[in-house]
């Protein structure tokens, strides 16, 4: 059968590697896909958020299953028009996707739930977020309320701040928010627990951590993520079933209580506190960095997976996982994640990749044979082995061996769970 993937990151060069695999696929369609995917996969490069033209495009190619990469396609309802025009579609309603697109949506079912998260308050304009500041104290979150593509959560130290991002905020900063979500700051170590959920029941898909701020030694503004390690020894099982009885079941049946249900992967960001979880964010895909990561350690199909979510049949899989740790860092272009410059020529063809080695690309494309940079993330470089500061070295040897002078990259990712060891 013929599949197409939706995205252009890293995160869809993983999943369509691990899908190319499948012996039931014939070809996966990347839409819009990156020099890596156009390697190993056909990439057809239209916008997929105009869904009339994807729609044509997939009839074309006779695609019957659509598979979403990015947040932004869900959040728009992809899966409910898909589903309307009878092709079958790997990812969260319009109505469920709302736990990651709306933080107030996300907060409420929290309140509702006694799901543990940080303290909060809705401001739907200036006033209401004068008349509430006071309650918190210092650093204090502002987040607005709808997608901002990574750029929407801002800890701040002062209260001018505060009034100045939210500020900001109502103004129409981020097109997709009006309103203001104010929080508690929360202390501890965040963890990346991942699902996949079908209508009745869900699977657990493995653990990360990522490192989200652009410096070493977690210093400067915060990226889409900048490396990441699994499995995350934090999220021992213990731990596993506190998330699981705490938040995840919680939040299944708030949406079953709306008549909703959710399918697809789902990603519960958490910060970890005295050895108790606290939801941050939900996402309502993989994580990237992190499905880099899980994806080399997943020994069941992947499409076996997606199948099994699309009939319902989640209870009756049982994957299989390698032993194996794995881990990433990403490569960036110069001056991510403020300005840089794409179109920078990465000469990697004669590295040569293996099974415990390899490069996944994210923000690359092919400029007459050659891979230029396209995107603030350029490539993720990714091994596996039994030991995380092996591993590391292996990654940046590798990354030495890159010729690409304009790219820059952090040496301390796995810093927490190499000095635990
Ligand atoms: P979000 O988009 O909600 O994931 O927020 C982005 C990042 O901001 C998170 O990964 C955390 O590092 C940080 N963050 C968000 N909310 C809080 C909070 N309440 N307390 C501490 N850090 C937070
Ligand atoms: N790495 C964080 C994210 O995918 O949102």
Redesign the pocket.
Known sequence: MNIALIGSGGREHALCRKLMVSKKINNVFCIPGNAGTAKIATNLNINFLNFKLLLKNLKYHKIRLVVVGPEEPLVKGIVNFLEKNEIKVFGPSKFAAQLEGS?SFMKLICKKYNIP??N?KICKNEKEFKNSINKFNL?I?V?ADGL?A?K??V?CKTKKKAFKISKQIFKGKFKSSNKVVL??????E?ASYFLVVDKNNFIQFGTAQDH?KVFEKEKGP?TGGMGAYSPAPIIDNRLEKKIITRIVRPTLQALRDKKEFYRGFLYV?L?IKNKDP?L??Y?VRMGDPECQVIMPRLKTDLLKVINYSLKNKLKKLKLAWEKNKCMTIVLCSKGYPGNYKNGKVIKIKSIKDNKNLFIIHAGTIFNNEEIVSNGGRVLNIVSKGQDYNQIRKKIIKLIKKINWKDGFYRKDIGWRVIKRL
């Open positions: 933080k998260t940080a909060f650093p979150v987040k901002a990574g929407g959560v800890i929080e508690e700051f929360l202390e501890g965040e989200k915060n960001g910060m606290y941050i964010e996402n």
